[in-house]
């Protein structure tokens, strides 16, 4: 009698035991919940892209819009086919001098439907690749903010290959990839500061200045053409950001709550900070205000969304939208570039803002796999996060540089004036926008 | 034949319209303009750039009378499209050499 | 050899051992399949309030498009802070007295990355404080529908931080929060009829009738100027919604199921219903009949969402268009408020009939948490629910007029005629929507 | 001691082993990842059908943009309330010989918030009837692309219900249907090739060819009004896609992963080889073709989403964007036929290369439960995808036309002259969409 | 010199500009416009609120030709643009005093 | 009084009425158009369907002034409008019979 119950009790104990001490062996096992909120969060950072597409498109001019939508659209379809060729093996493979990823992963071969725990032990390989895909896209996209207007179609296209392969693919192996530098280093990036936002603006910047301002920048007026597009497009790249943050806990976890929650508590404060700046100084609190105010506010969190409590996000927000609100109409008419929808002054010094701030507000006590910044005892954070920021400049700005140059030996780069005041849509894409006489 | 070019504001067309109606007149093309004169205009800001709009929205209704029934037409677009305050508008008056009706080819005055 | 395999077995059986002791002593797990779905559900319904931007701003004329579309997107802003620092506090705080949270958990504090039982037990509390974060959002954003076209923006800025913190927060812990009067009485609101659309609604009429009609209303056409944007935000609204009613079972579980069915049906039912009504009564089926058909349904069942199977939904369905319908096109006339938009119309009546309805059709066969309703053999139910209405509209009611006498000392507020002809853009934000001439 | 250790450690192990046997005894248990990702995904799916109107509606004249987006939506409404009440039954209960389901499961009876694991082991049958039913929707929206800008409304409305039962219903069934001939036969259609693509694009052709062409086809430019609005629809279909493909895994696993990412691949290399198409025969890249392209590399990886990999998902997109540009481009064209926006050319021709691609690529390797194709040795599944494209188009365009005989008997199809040259937006619906003169 | 400023039906756009081409005369300038006239309106209803309108879509279409001109001109846009149903438009002849040619500085005819 | 009808290039709207205003001038109404004349069309293509569009975009700045400031004003635009590329665009100069103010009733050259 003992003996049978003990049998048919060690039955089960036994797939009990076996099962554990695979798990205790560290095999990597599929948990649903987080591969569905991957899944979902990749989805939802796909869908920024267009996001930023309308939020860029209702900013142009009428007779630009589908040139600027294209832009974003077509980098969707050029960095996905790259990705899987190439892309993702460059930057995630396995490491090569802490500089880039081998070639081994080349059209995916190997990343598989097992978890791959360097970069997430709970999910499929695949789910990793495909969030970290909806990244490469975005960064890309973020650029085309500053060249808007005036840029040739080939050329752009070729810009585009090039800089997700030699810009992007190197910095999310440094950041990200297992064995990067800054990884190693400590530079605390939950969901790409420095890879996605600083290196998107500078890239932009350097972009807006090679090619030149606008035909009657300064003289004529450039308004947005639709501005409840430009809202659209804001208002998905906060519902997809959500995605962008907390997806990057890549476990449904209290983490990921604790990401969503910052993020969005920046984006808010940020447009406050940006309207009520507007307000003051200008005379109005604007829409496109408030619109490019929790974008500079969501930007100014990515880095830090891992990393700080809901209080910090509320200062990071704030900083955020005065900062970036002040960039973008005092520096940038100071200076005199031509950043047309401001990639620069929103991405790159909302980013910067950010990874220097994620040195200031981390804490253990929010993630114990990051870090303590300067305000919880620990200065060298910000040191770390400093050089992570510079490194990030420097090499966005002088392969960017590279990059145009080298494209200008192809094609050249910047429309003719003709097609400039004809707007872009008709000669380079041979379509109009609306059908404003039947 | 002669045309009145009313240059209004665009919540008064509803009025002017039944204004006109009233009179049994119901041949019109409006369209959508934008104007400035003697009104102010408002101030734009779009990302710290300012710029004062003084074109503002206004609707342009061209109507196309005899002759004898340029005055109360006139009267009655006035009296419809008035607030007293500056913007109401002007009513433009052009000589009209000729009409015809596509439809059927007739000309002159029938045609209106 | 029997002795190793022994202790090989004892181990791992000691970590389950421990693990389930502490399970079964209920300390709470968090379950990350839920936590996902929380997580995404928060996402959606934070999309609802863009959304409802879209689904306002297409309604609105031409000139106070952008207007509409800010005073959604800042409530997102200033509720999204004011939560965080001290409205989650006053909703879910430790209850005092039945009526209000106490002020201990101001900026969080305390809300972390552990679930707390007494609200979801399988999901991290931060993942619970955002997910209803967005439905304080949404729910002010609602009555600015009623006001359309006339308020002018700083009073309306101060409309919202009173608004959220004096009607909504109270409301909150009185049908959700541990301790609240309603929920200890038994009133049955699984997504927010009473708390979201009754208080919303009511509040709207409170508002219209405070602030008078727009000029021109009766005499002059106010058209939609962009119905695709409606049935845009109408969409996106619909869409948000699911994660609205299922997530509101903070599980994804078979309660949540049977919730997306139920929302889905009902919203259908009414969207059919709305339209048939219109083509009987008034020679045509319309677009927005059909946009706002949905939203009525939708409404309907919110508060029944958990508690009814899927025929009694399409009855909900059916009866929130026809009755909504007539309210908008009959009742409003009849009456002669100017409800600009019809948030009176369609989440005060169409809300109040949802809250009977659950009264009525209300299951334990479906929720055995929930109650049986007048159907189901128990007219206690409907009382209940009855008495949350009552009380809900007096007090959204009385506190609306209150806050707007209270707001008028300090700013006017309505718009100046100039401004309302001029349109609200250009006076309260300085843009215009489109560029129509360039 | 040791016995109360003993006694102390059973008690839990008996729970253990209890829930195990249970699982053991394949009583199924619902997963919360699972539900979670199911679920969400069928809330993505949803938002297919407004992404589809506003894809459409783009492309329309102006005065006939809203009798078109009204097409889809209120599909979304008939649809669902037919699903519920007898729909769900007809295309998933139980079979009745391999052609149809019996009517047992009228209104939703005994769907309940179990599993049940002839469709799904780890989710409430409620939220498979949920995700199945927004496949339903979709895919008579599809339809209406064919027939846009002059078929009259109640026509419409008619035609609705009797496709979706009496086409839609039984090819679900036989597709995917526990007992359906196409299933028992081995056809592979993961995400809905046959069911969805092939018989929504045959049965448009059918309606176009029955309905005749528009008014001044072939003289008047029918020019597309708004091509952001095509954009955005674009985009919230390819993001609404996750859910359709991935989310037909029906569980957030490796192979969800894998379908995720071979979605997004098609997709990105349909929209590029679709312009280059175009690019190199008629001398520009279009944003619309651009849109267009994505949709066709969706629709051919539809099929084919759970069984093969990334390099395959690269091949059947380059394909489906050429083949589909060519179809609409010269085969519409030399053929003379008037499928308004190309319901035929992209989701007809395009749903039938995915369904034969399925047949060359599919490999075991991706989904054991699937077969190998062609080109993994197994040629005889090709053979059987054809017979499954064969049945499709025939039972499609058969019974298009038998529906379209019969709704001729009680309405008139198509619009009249005066009708249709206004724009069927203010003879149907009494509508405007864009208030152009206040 | 004279204008005809021809109101026609939006859908006959083409057809007329593809007339005053054969007739080699490229030279026009087109709006959009809304009107009334003989042709009934449609009822619109948003909410239950009832309003007809008669401003029907129409497109302008402007042009300035020599006298000598202006009967084929009218000749060739009548054909072009008749259905024969209510609605078809009109064509109003106005005199202009003069054109000048922005780039060049032209005046009179041949700067048209 | 005159009425002078420029059709200008849309990014030249701006500068005319700068010019304008320097002038002393502000009453205009703006209204957005498509021409051609000289200037070349634009292959459009939707899905394999080819058309050329010819109509371009331009603004047209209706001026109502006295018979005296016609030349400087003329002057004034077309130095504003010139690029000197085709497409730079015409003014047509008609002759106006009356004005009148809505807000007052004042008549003639008064009302301007
Ligand atoms: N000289 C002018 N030429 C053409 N249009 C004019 C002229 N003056 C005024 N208008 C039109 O009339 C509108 C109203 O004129 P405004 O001077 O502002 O008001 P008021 O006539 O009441 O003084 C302007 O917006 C403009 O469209
Ligand atoms: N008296 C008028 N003044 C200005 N425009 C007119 C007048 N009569 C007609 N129109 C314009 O001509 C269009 C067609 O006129 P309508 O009378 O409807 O058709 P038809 O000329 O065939 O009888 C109208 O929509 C309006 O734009
Ligand atoms: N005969 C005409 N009648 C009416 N509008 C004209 C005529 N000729 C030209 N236009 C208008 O003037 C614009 C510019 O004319 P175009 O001939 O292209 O340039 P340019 O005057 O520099 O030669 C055209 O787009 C059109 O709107």
């Known amino acids: ?438 | 034949m002669t045309k009145l070019s009313c240059i209004i504001r665009p919540e008064k067309l509803e009025a002017v319209k039944a204004a006109l109606s009233k009179l049994g007149n119901c041949g019109m093309t409006v369209s959508q303009v934008v104007g400035c004169g003697s009104q102010r205009g408002w101030k734009e800001v779009y990302r710290g750039v300012e710029t004062t709009i003084n074109l503002l929205p206004k609707v342009k209704v061209e109507i196309v009378v005899k002759d004898d029934q340029v005055d109360q037409v006139v009267d009655a677009v006035c009296s419809a499209a008035r607030t007293g305050e500056i913007g109401d508008g002007k009513i433009f008056i052009y000589p009209v050499a000729n009409v015809i009706r596509i439809r059927t080819g007739e000309k002159g005055e029938g045609a209106i």
């Open chain 1, 1 to 438: 009698m003992k003996k049978l119950l003990r049998i048919g009790f060690l039955l089960p104990v036994f797939w009990l035991l076996v099962s554990n001490f695979a798990w205790a062996a560290g095999t990597p096992a599929i948990d649903t919940g987080d591969t569905s909120f991957v899944l979902v969060s990749a989805a939802l950072v796909m869908l920024m892209t267009p996001g930023l597409a309308f939020f860029y498109g209702g900013m142009v001019r009428r007779k630009n819009v589908l040139s600027t939508i294209m832009q974003s659209f077509i980098i969707i379809c050029i960095v996905s086919v790259q990705w899987v060729l190439f892309g993702y093996s460059l930057s995630f493979g396995p490491d090569k001098s802490h500089l880039l990823g081998a070639l081994s992963w080349l059209g995916l071969k190997g990343v598989g439907l097992e978890p791959n725990p360097d970069y997430a032990a709970t999910i499929p390989h695949l789910a990793y690749a495909a969030f970290q895909l909806m990244f490469a896209i975005i960064t890309v996209a973020l650029v085309t903010g500053s060249f808007a207007e005036r840029m040739r179609f080939p050329a752009f296209l070729l810009f585009t290959v090039l800089w997700t392969t030699i810009i992007y693919d190197p910095l999310a192996h440094w950041v990200w990839g297992a064995g990067g530098w800054m990884r190693n280093l400590g530079v605390l990036d939950f969901a790409g500061g420095t890879v996605v936002h600083i290196s998107s603006g500078v890239s932009g910047l350097i972009t807006a200045l090679v090619l030149g301002k606008r035909l009657g920048w300064g003289s004529e007026a450039m308004r947005p053409h639709d501005l409840p597009m430009t809202v659209l497009g804001a208002s998905l790249l906060w519902f997809g950001w959500f995605g962008f943050n907390a997806g990057s806990a890549l476990s449904a976890n209290g983490l990921a709550a604790s990401a969503f929650v910052v993020t969005n508590t920046s984006a808010a404060a940020a447009a406050l900070s940006w309207i009520f700046t507007e307000w003051i100084l200008q005379g109005k609190p604007t829409v496109l205000g408030a619109a490019s105010g929790c974008v500079a506010g969501l930007v100014a969190i990515t880095p830090a969304s891992g990393y700080v409590g809901p209080l910090p996000a509320v200062i990071i927000g704030l900083f955020a939208g005065v900062i970036c609100s002040l960039a973008v109409s005092y520096l940038k008419v100071r200076l005199g570039y031509d950043d047309a929808l401001d990639a620069f002054g929103v991405h790159g010094i909302g980013g910067t803002w950010g990874a220097l701030a994620t040195g200031l507000f981390a804490s253990k006590a929010i993630n114990p796999a990051g870090g303590n910044g300067l305000f919880y005892g620990n200065p060298g954070q910000l040191w770390v996060q400093f050089v992570g920021v510079v490194a990030t400049w420097l090499f966005a700005a002088v392969l960017t540089l590279v990059i145009l140059k080298l494209v200008a030996v192809f094609t050249s780069l910047r429309a003719t004036a003709e097609e400039e005041t004809m707007g872009l849509d008709l000669p380079m894409h041979g379509e109009r926008a609306y059908d404003h006489i039947l």
